[in-house]
């Protein structure tokens, strides 16, 4: 039998020791029929080690309804890392972060009435525990000491950075470990000693999230985990973007430099990312530090293995300094030849928006979550009372995250949760509409779970507006649908057209010509786009693709300049930081 142990100073294989070389792929960002070229790859720049998240918002969406099939099958992804022969991490949350969409928790889960996020509280802990007994089916038989490849499990994830509760970690444990879960447990925090004593258990092993200046942040790791092996489980190599913003990048030589330093200290490392993957359909999470920053679709993260899979100079500098202190085995893949390129007419069918549902009308406009609604669009309507003048000013408490607001079928203007935009003069008229898009979930801390939609009262002149319709809108099923109608591209509208291909093959589809919205190749959501900086071109997989006839499907929010699509020979994730 194979095991996996902490010893006085290092991690031990079968007694000897070991130092974990390890790498994050995010299973749920990369489409399955990649997940074996990623791995392969990963392996190539010297990788030991595979390292995931698990999503349990991917894998239980409605509550009740637990998928671990086709994309969700964390199964058949640690069995592909096996396969290579290499070892896995699991870290099962709950909470993830990952600027993923609520953190990884499902809006079920959040949205129950008096639930205590992340705290030993009995709804929060009772959902946790049976969620963690649905993982460990999966895991523990595949841990090391029964013939497989799981190496180590993390308790909770830089709790130290939330919370304090240490009943809430024990009984955390306690499941893991009842699960029968055997392998070493850890837990991972910033190397801060107030979040490394609040977010750990004496009985857990500490390992530390950063990114630069390795040999300081090993002292403080080592001061608070004083025996055993120092691990960077999140050494951060890059960053993530969001609208608005720049196209982050960190410098090669600079990341391998601060690896070699871990490296050399001896210090076991897990990579954040080897390779970051895509945002696929609505899963983008968001920041919001007095600013609220949806995530772009594209999850590269300036990782050594780009968006599509391909080595980076990043990946070539760190296994050059992996190769110094471990044996580094694969071919290394040639670098991403140009892509297919090609122009593709689109033939507009006109507005795509359903009309309002015939549901109960409430005093206010309800909440997504009321709606039981996961999609990123509600629709909703009122009728207006008569003005004294010829304009009204329109008041909402707030609006999240994104609002277009008619009047009579007429638009007139736009409100942005970003902009802590809330009020807007409209004219008088007798109906008002109002189409709000959730842009993405906060990621972290107090916002995990905030309702979406328009929240708080909504005024006009000071009077209250009552006799809501909230309806919700799914954009898949209407990607999905046919119009038949051919009554241009102005304003909201959908768009289709159609292309060959002599084979499948990874595409990126230039998004330049057109203004917010969704788009989907041969039904596969890929995601969102905006004119708005950084993210210019959006991954297309090539497992999406096929030989011959392929179909593009664009929901456009606001306005297209062109109605045509462009597929270009190589991704452009927007400007970067001069």
């Known amino acids: 039998m194979t095991t996996f142990t902490i010893g006085e100073t290092d991690f031990l294989l079968d007694g000897r020791p070991h130092q974990v070389i390890s790498g994050t792929l995010h299973y749920f960002r990369i489409h399955p029929e990649h997940w074996a070229d990623r791995i392969r790859t990963a392996k190539a720049m010297g990788l030991n080690t595979i390292e995931t998240y698990v999503a349990?918002?991917?894998?239980?969406?409605?509550?009740?309804?637990?998928?671990?099939?086709?994309?969700?099958?964390?199964?058949?992804?640690?069995?592909?890392?096996?396969?290579?022969?290499?070892?896995?991490?699991?870290?099962?949350?709950?909470?993830?972060?990952?600027?993923?969409?609520?953190?990884?928790?499902?809006?079920?889960?959040?949205?129950?009435?008096?639930?205590?996020?992340?705290?030993?509280?009995?709804?929060?802990?009772?959902?946790?525990?049976?969620?963690?007994?649905?993982?460990?089916?999966?895991?523990?038989?595949?841990?090391?000491?029964?013939?497989?490849n799981v190496v180590l499990v993390q308790i909770e994830n830089e709790y130290g950075a939330y919370g304090s509760d240490k009943e809430y970690l024990r009984e955390l444990v306690r499941v893991t470990k009842d699960a029968g879960i055997t392998v070493p447990l850890t837990t991972v925090d910033q190397p801060m000693p107030w979040m490394l004593e609040a977010g750990s258990l004496p009985e857990l092993h500490l390992t530390g999230s950063f990114g630069s200046r390795s040999e300081e942040r090993l002292t403080t790791l080592r001061e608070h985990q004083p025996t055993g092996p120092l691990m960077c489980s999140e050494f951060w190599d890059g960053w993530f973007d969001w609208w608005g913003?720049?196209?982050?990048?960190?410098?090669?030589?600079?990341?391998?430099?601060?690896?070699d330093v871990l490296l050399a200290a001896g210090a076991s490392v897990n990579i954040y990312m080897v390779h970051g993957g895509t945002n696929f359909g609505t899963t983008n999470g968001a920041n919001d530090k007095g600013r609220f920053d949806p995530i772009v679709t594209s999850y590269d993260y300036d990782a050594p293995i780009d968006e599509s899979g391909h080595p980076t100079a990043k990946f070539h500098a760190f296994r050059e300094v992996i190769a110094r202190y471990a044996p580094v085995e694969g071919e290394v893949p040639a670098e991403r030849p140009s892509a297919p390129a090609l122009e593709v007419a689109l033939t507009g069918e006109g507005e795509w928006l359903p009309a309002a549902a015939e549901a109960a009308i409430t005093d206010a406009p309800a909440s997504f979550e009321q709606l039981g609604h996961l999609g990123a669009l509600v629709r909703y309507d009122v009728d207006l009372p008569a003005?004294?003048?010829?304009?009204?000013?329109?008041?909402?408490?707030?609006?999240?995250?994104?609002?277009?607001?008619?009047?009579?079928?007429?638009?007139?203007?736009?409100?942005?949760?970003?902009?802590?935009?809330?009020?807007?003069a409209i004219p008088a008229g007798a109906h008002l509409t109002v189409?709000?898009?959730?842009?993405?979930?906060?990621?972290?801390?107090?916002?995990?779970?905030?309702?979406?939609?328009?929240?708080?009262?909504?005024?006009?002149?000071?009077?209250?507006?009552?006799?809501?319709?909230?309806?919700?809108?799914?954009?898949?099923?209407?990607?999905?649908?046919?119009?038949?109608?051919?009554?241009?591209v102005v304003g909201r509208s959908a768009l289709r057209g159609s292309f060959s291909l002599d084979a499948p093959a990874d595409l990126f589809l230039d998004t330049a010509a057109w203004g917010k919205g969704y788009a989907f190749v041969n039904g596969f959501f890929l995601g969102r786009y905006w004119r708005t900086v950084p993210q210019n071109t959006m991954y297309v997989p090539a497992p999406v693709t096929r030989a011959g006839a392929n179909e593009i499907v664009v929901l456009e929010l606001e306005q297209v300049l062109e109605p045509v699509a462009r597929f270009v020979a190589a991704p452009s994730l927007g400007p970067l930081e001069e």
Do not use: M
């Not at 196209?247 to 990341?255: E, L, N, R, V």
């Open 56 to 148: 349990w918002n991917a894998h239980e969406s409605v509550q009740g309804e637990w998928d671990a099939t086709g994309a969700n099958d964390l199964g058949r992804f640690l069995d592909l890392i096996a396969a290579e022969g290499l070892h896995a991490i699991v870290r099962p949350g709950p909470y993830i972060c990952a600027e993923w969409h609520n953190g990884g928790l499902p809006v079920w889960l959040t949205s129950t009435p008096g639930i205590g996020i992340r705290r030993s509280e009995p709804q929060f802990v009772a959902a946790v525990s049976q969620y963690l007994r649905r993982v460990y089916e999966i895991v523990a038989p595949r841990q090391i000491d029964r013939g497989g």
């Open 245 to 259: 913003s720049i196209h982050h990048t960190t410098d090669p030589a600079a990341s391998a430099h601060d690896l």
């Open 387 to 424: 003005f004294d003048d010829a304009a009204g000013i329109l008041v909402f408490g707030e609006v999240r995250d994104l609002a277009w607001v008619e009047v009579d079928g007429v638009p007139v203007g736009r409100l942005s949760r970003s902009l802590h935009e809330r009020a807007l």
């Open 435 to 488: 189409l709000v898009e959730d842009q993405g979930r906060v990621n972290y801390a107090d916002r995990l779970g905030e309702a979406k939609g328009l929240i708080g009262d909504v005024t006009i002149d000071g009077q209250p507006l009552t006799g809501w319709t909230s309806t919700p809108i799914e954009v898949t099923a209407i990607a999905a649908a046919r119009s038949g109608s051919d009554s241009g």
